[in-house]
Nanobody, 116 residues
Framework: QVQLVESGGGLVQPGGSLRLSCAASGFTFSSYAMRWYRQAPGKERELVAYITAAGNSPTYADSVKGRFTISRDNAKNTVYLQMNSLKPEDTAVYIC?????????WGQGTQVTVSS
């Protein structure tokens, strides 16, 4: 079955960096676009970043553009989110997503907390 497992979250100071990973299995990873979402307390889930199956055309929410970079390694069935210049408002659960056979597949999420 489809599985998405995030890792790399944690506590980081403002201005710091963190790299999230999402390991995928149960589907042909290289055939699917991947997305990172986040959900902060009291806020709706937000699409943070998107990348095509081939790794082309990465796109970002305005709130993270210039600070975050999405990438993927199809040989490792893994998508990454490099987060730089982190701000307290980036604090959220970060969730990996793929639409496989027209169904949204979600990881369990990894907590990112930006605080002094």
């Amino acid at each position: 079955q489809v599985q998405l497992v995030e890792s790399g979250g944690g506590l980081v100071q403002p201005g710091g960096s963190l790299r999230l990973s999402c390991a995928a299995s149960g589907f042909t990873f290289s055939s699917y676009a991947m997305r990172w979402y986040r959900q902060a307390p009291g806020k709706e889930r937000e699409l943070v970043a998107y990348i095509t199956a081939a790794g082309n055309s990465p796109t970002y929410a305005d709130s993270v553009k210039g600070r975050f970079t999405i990438s993927r390694d199809n040989a490792k069935n893994t998508v990454y989110l490099q987060m730089n210049s982190l701000k307290p408002e980036d604090t959220a659960v970060y969730i990996c997503n793929a639409v496989v056979f027209y169904i949204h597949r979600w990881g369990q999420g990894t907590q990112v907390t930006v605080s002094s």
